[in-house]
């Protein structure tokens, strides 16, 4: 499950911004040397994250309680959205283009970029931490 959703969120993320090229959407800017290891590194943590919330057989009778899922849940949904505008092309994103104008999403947005992108890993790693420090564990029967 971890491979499979973790494909995902890379697919997710990196098709729509262009840095894996396709024909339906492009960029203005080229893609930055550190985007490709922020997808990665995306991908792995978003992967783990959605595992942790699979459960199979005797481990699916208790139900979690809110606040166990909430706050992972809304962080590893905010990494993943703050990838997004990190490794997006500046001038391509419509909100920053709206918001500052081509010079300003070049000029002030584009700098900015990889302070998003370590805040988006960092999210994603509070969120799977979370989740990991409140699973429980017991020992297995070999």
């Given at each position: 499950m971890a491979v499979l959703s973790g494909l995902a969120?890379?697919?997710l993320v990196a098709l729509?911004?262009?840095v894996i090229p396709n024909?339906?959407?492009?960029?203005?800017?080229?893609?930055?040397?550190?985007?490709?290891?922020?997808?990665?590194v995306t991908a792995i943590l978003g992967g783990l994250l959605v595992a942790t919330y699979v459960r199979t057989g005797a481990a699916s009778a208790g139900t979690p309680s809110k606040d166990?899922?909430?706050a992972p849940t809304k962080?590893?949904?905010?990494?993943t959205?703050?990838?997004?505008?990190?490794v997006g092309c500046p001038v391509c994103n419509k909100l920053v283009l709206v918001a500052l104008g081509a010079s300003g999403a070049?000029?002030?947005?584009?700098p900015f970029q990889p302070f998003l992108a370590v805040a988006s890993v960092a999210l994603m790693a509070v969120a799977l931490r979370i989740r990991l420090r409140n699973e429980t564990s017991c020992p297995v029967s070999i």
């Open positions: 969120i890379a697919v729509p911004t262009a024909p339906v959407f492009g960029r203005s800017i080229a893609v930055t040397w550190w985007s490709y290891p922020v997808v990665v166990d899922i909430d962080l590893g949904m905010a990494g959205l703050v990838t997004f505008f990190a070049v000029t002030w947005f584009a």
